[in-house]
């Protein structure tokens, strides 16, 4: 697939890109919940019945805006064009991600992020994170270049330091009480509106974190970051 042209802002309502990717978000919670999980309502998380899924869908407009509006291209003629950029480059990855759990079994890996188990991972797991390094690297390299091309790297930038911070000074604030667990849905949450520019690579990097963000959350819930010890 070759990079479509530059986005253009639709208005929200008459956006076919908004409606497909914020529909995506609920239906995937649904799909996880029902048919992975067993559950009997499409609405359920392992924390609660309705939270979760409500967070998931009032997510969609914030996250098409900061990320995929600029990734996904318009659904216009040529219409094989719109179908093989938005259904097979961000969908199939989408929906491949919903069994984000089953890859962490099938190869025996642990993806939980805390200073512990980090400490302890084993093979598999010291595979998998030296595999997802590398391709985080190889990204990070990608959207810097591309941002620069944009003429807005020093922004770019700046929001991904804040983030950092942001997480960093919260986590000094509350003290040694408490400690960092970097859930999964939390990582690609805080990730997919950084690969925000349509180049193939990153229109697939995008659905796979959309679909693991909402695995995590339909799986397990969308639980705090910072957990008591003990608690």
């Not at 409500?54 to 719109?82: D, N, Q, W």
């Not at 480059?89 to 890996?109: C, D, K, M, N, R």
């Not at 190889?138 to 330091?161: E, I, N, P």
Request: aromatic fraction near 14%; proline fraction near 6%.
């Amino acid at each position: 697939m070759s990079s479509p042209p530059t986005p253009t802002l639709e208005h929200p309502l008459r956006d076919a890109r908004a409606w497909y990717f914020c529909g995506l978000l609920p239906l995937g919670f649904g799909y996880v919940a029902m048919h992975l999980c067993g559950r009997t309502t499409p609405f359920e998380s392992g924390d609660n019945r309705w939270n979760d899924w409500l967070g998931i869908l009032l997510s969609g407009p914030a996250l098409y805006l900061l990320g995929a509006r600029h990734t996904l291209v318009e659904f216009t003629k040529p219409i094989y064009r719109g179908i093989a950029w938005n259904l097979v480059g961000f969908g199939v990855p989408f929906f491949a991600a919903l069994h984000w759990e089953y890859l962490g079994q099938s190869i025996g890996a642990n993806f939980s992020l805390t200073a512990h188990q980090l400490a302890h991972l084993n093979r598999p797991s010291q595979i998998a994170l030296f595999v997802g390094l590398g391709i985080a690297a190889g990204m990070t390299t990608l959207c810097v270049v591309q941002a620069r091309k944009a003429g807005f790297l020093g922004r770019y930038l700046g929001a991904f330091a804040a983030l950092i911070g942001s997480v960093a000074a919260v986590t000094a604030c509350l003290g040694p009480r408490y400690y960092l667990h970097i859930h999964h849905y939390f990582w690609s949450l805080c990730l997919l509106p950084f690969v925000r520019f349509r180049h193939p690579l990153c229109v697939v990097v995008q659905g796979m974190l959309a679909g693991i963000y909402v695995e995590g959350a339909s799986r397990y819930g969308l639980s705090p970051i910072w957990i008591l010890h003990g608690g």
